[in-house]
């Protein structure tokens, strides 16, 4: 007489568990997996100082200005802007100044025609800005007539007036804080500011 075979269900269906588990468990690596490497690949950029960067920088940090760094000239001690028609003088405190322009975009709520930040070297490693190595000390912002009234009229702080001509007018604003070696450029900063004069 034949023996018959008999279906024992537990163990198929636990067997098909087993299964499931380990294929979820596999796909599970396989997703992690996936991702740190992706993490990791982007980690790997190498951040630059070049002006292209601080323009970029300065860009994605404000959404509404474009920069453009400007380095100083062989006569360091006189920063001249042609457009507008005004200088600065610098002493030696200032040596190895940059001066960026940032332009608001259109449709930007900056009611400043143009700010010109005035960085300086610092040797701080915690200090951190708009580009590596230097520091913001003050802006010269410049203004039409009718901006500025504008924004006399707005709450909240505002720039100082340094002086104004016919179409513009010139204002002027310091860092609140500095590195641990910029104390006495920021206190020299108001001494820069007066020697502001139009050249034309």
């Known amino acids: 007489m034949e023996e018959k075979k008999k279906f024992d269900g537990g163990k198929v269906i636990i067997t098909s568990i087993l299964v499931l588990v380990t294929a979820a468990v596999f796909m599970s690596i396989g997703y992690f997996a996936g991702t740190n490497v992706n993490k990791e690949t982007s980690d790997l950029v190498t951040p630059t100082t070049s002006a292209t960067t601080v323009a970029k920088k300065s860009a994605s940090a404000t959404t509404t200005a ?45 009611v400043s025609d143009l700010y010109l930040r005035v960085y300086v070297p610092t040797s701080s490693s915690v200090w951190s800005g708009k580009m590596d190595g230097y520091w913001d000390v003050f802006t010269v912002s410049v203004y039409s007539l009718k901006n500025w009234e504008n924004l006399q009229a707005e709450e909240g702080p505002k720039p100082t007036m340094i002086d104004q001509n016919s179409k513009y007018v010139f204002g002027f604003s310091t860092a609140q804080d500095n590195p641990s070696d910029g104390r006495d450029i920021l ?11 139009f050249t034309k």
């Open 66 to 110: 474009s920069a453009t760094a400007t380095s100083a000239t062989a006569d360091w001690k006189t920063y001249t802007n042609e457009k507008y028609g005004f200088k600065l003088t610098f002493n030696d405190l200032w040596k190895g100044y940059k001066v960026v322009e940032e332009v608001p975009v259109e449709n930007s709520d900056l």
């Open 187 to 197: 206190v020299d900063a108001k001494n820069i500011k007066n020697t502001f004069q």
